[in-house]
């Protein structure tokens, strides 16, 4: 009889409670040995000892599984380990070179591919299945509350970009409820298909797959097609949206207007934000005194303390937006009883806390970034209790974790 002894080599991830229960002959039932091992048959991360009873009158081999085995045979641990890969942001190359560092037997690439299919056909069932839920949840609340069904949107990438490049492949959105915090709907787009590129590069007919190519035009473009994707979906399962929280895309806006005449925008926050700072950091070129680190921040807040301290009106707005110029430039006569300027409280020691030595800008050309002062402004309307895609921002970075932009 033909002993091979692989089965001594290396190590293998086993379960202790199903080896002890199945190291008993599957004939007579006597106790099996690990030493009695003639063979081993991988499958996946698990394998099959190959045992041979120590009762001479019967010397059946048994097949003892090292784990739990699913009922369509393979081991419940390759399941376990393809799911970690994906959940951690791991590819199989990953996998393979960690596993061999710690002498771990490794399973094919077509197995692994085979298994990751399997499981992302019910990753996608159970989110879309959470984003019905989440939906109805949403539209429950909002009508209790009386209030209008609002949502942000964002959209991301897995290519990093320079602001004016966008090229990469594939790019996912989300749109999430304001009033529940979870993810209502969400959208792929993918301008290419392995399968598809291996039989093109042959110059040979595709055969019918299962194909993930489902965009054909910029990257950039992804965005506004699927907002409204995303938007028809929600009104087609009776959960129309009525406000919805964007970054200062025009093209994504204009595109949801045509088939959603209703829907109003809220600007948001953050994108806000960073326009200011964008705008600032521009002026800063020509403006020496606006390089001091501490500065492009302390005005950055004045404009936030600005629009968000008087959201209730645009009047208000317009109001705490004059102030900012005459306030940086030593000239309190419209602060009036504002919070966030002492200069009433102690008007002889008064200094700046945020600007350099606590003196106010001098520069007679810096009084022109009145308009910046003016752009906002005019957009006093949208900038009444500004939205956030904070939540979006969030989710984008928990997508970048399981297919990082590095890779």
């Known amino acids: 009889m033909v002993i091979d002894s692989n089965w001594q080599v290396g190590r293998r ?105 399997k499981i992302g056909k019910i990753f996608v069932s159970a989110g879309e299945e959470s984003c019905k839920n989440a939906q109805q949840l949403e539209k429950e609340i909002s009508a209790d509350k009386e209030l209008e069904l609002e949502v942000s949107f964002d959209a991301g990438w897995q290519k990093r970009d320079s602001g004016f490049n966008y090229n990469s492949l594939t790019g996912h959105a989300s749109m999430i409820g304001k009033q529940t915090g979870k993810v209502t709907c969400y959208d792929i787009r ?20 299962d194909c993930c190519r ?76 606006l390089k001091p680190g501490e500065v492009i921040p302390y005005l950055n807040r004045c404009f936030m303390y600005a629009i968000t301290q008087n959201s209730s009106s645009e009047l208000q707005i317009d109001e705490g937006l004059s102030r900012i110029v005459p306030h940086v430039f030593e000239d309190h006569e419209l602060c009036g009883a504002v919070d966030w300027c002492t200069f009433k409280d102690d008007p002889i020691s008064f200094k700046y806390k945020s600007l350099p030595n606590g003196k106010p800008l001098i520069s007679e050309d810096l009084r022109r970034f009145r308009n910046l002062i003016e752009k906002y402004k005019s957009k006093a309307s949208s900038l009444r209790n500004l939205g956030s895609t904070q939540a979006n921002e969030s989710f984008n970075h928990s997508v970048a974790t399981k297919a990082p932009k590095s890779k």
């Open 190 to 209: 993918s301008k290419s298909c392995k399968f598809c590129e291996h039989h093109e590069g042959k110059k040979e007919t595709v055969p019918s797959h």
């Open 13 to 117: 991830i086993v379960e202790l409670g199903v080896l002890a229960e199945k190291m008993y002959c599957c004939r007579c039932n006597v106790p099996l040995y690990l030493h009695d091992t003639l063979h081993e048959r991988t499958t996946g991360f698990g394998s099959y000892l190959q045992i041979i009873c120590t009762n001479q009158e019967c010397r059946t081999v048994t097949d003892v599984p090292t784990g739990k085995v699913g009922r369509t045979g393979s081991f419940d641990i390759t399941a376990k380990i393809v799911i970690g890969m994906i959940h951690a942001g791991l590819g199989y190359a990953q996998i393979r070179n960690f596993l061999t560092e710690c002498n771990l037997p490794v399973m094919s690439k077509s197995c692994f591919q085979k298994h990751e299919k």
């Open 214 to 289: 489902n965009w054909y035009g910029s990257s950039k473009s992804m965005e506004p097609d699927m907002a409204i994707s995303m938007a028809h979906k929600m009104n087609d399962n009776e959960c129309a949206i009525d406000v919805i929280h964007a970054d200062n895309d025009s093209t994504t806006m204009l595109k949801l207007k045509l088939d959603f005449e209703n829907l109003k925008k809220k600007d948001d926050q953050n994108h806000t934000t960073m326009g200011i700072t964008k705008s600032l950091i521009e002026l800063s070129k020509r403006h020496k005194e």
